[in-house]
């Protein structure tokens, strides 16, 4: 079974920081882009990072600066480490990867900055 795992979400106060991991288990083969989504009340889920097989990373503009997307390819996890946390911010965030060349989801995670 493939699958995706992640923590680290919680409450925070603005202006704090929150990591979050994503860990792919199961009978992998092949990882591509990794990535994180997210979805407030009301919205539609966006893309807040994404990161290629070779590292190569890119941001949403309204995280460019205070969010920071890695990857570490023997742990099959990718990592979003969240600074200078707004309020805005807060939504449910979404791990995704292409495994096997098929996109996964995890079940995501609660990130909550409160004013």
């Known amino acids: 079974q493939v699958q995706l795992v992640e923590s680290g979400g919680g409450l925070v106060q603005a202006g704090g920081s929150l990591r979050l991991s994503c860990a792919a288990s199961?009978?992998?083969?092949?990882?591509?882009?990794m990535g994180w989504y997210r979805q407030a009340p009301g919205k539609q889920r966006e893309l807040v990072a994404a990161i290629t097989s070779s590292g190569s990373p890119g941001y949403a503009d309204s995280v460019k600066g205070r969010f920071t997307i890695s990857r570490d390819n023997a742990k099959n996890t990718v990592y979003l480490q969240m600074n200078s946390l707004k309020p805005e911010d807060t939504a449910v965030y979404y791990c995704?990867?292409?495994?096997?060349?098929?996109?996964?989801w995890g079940q995501g995670t609660q990130v909550t900055v409160s004013s």
């Open positions: 995704s990867a292409e495994l096997n060349r098929y996109n996964y």
């Open positions: 199961g009978r992998i083969f092949s990882i591509n882009t």
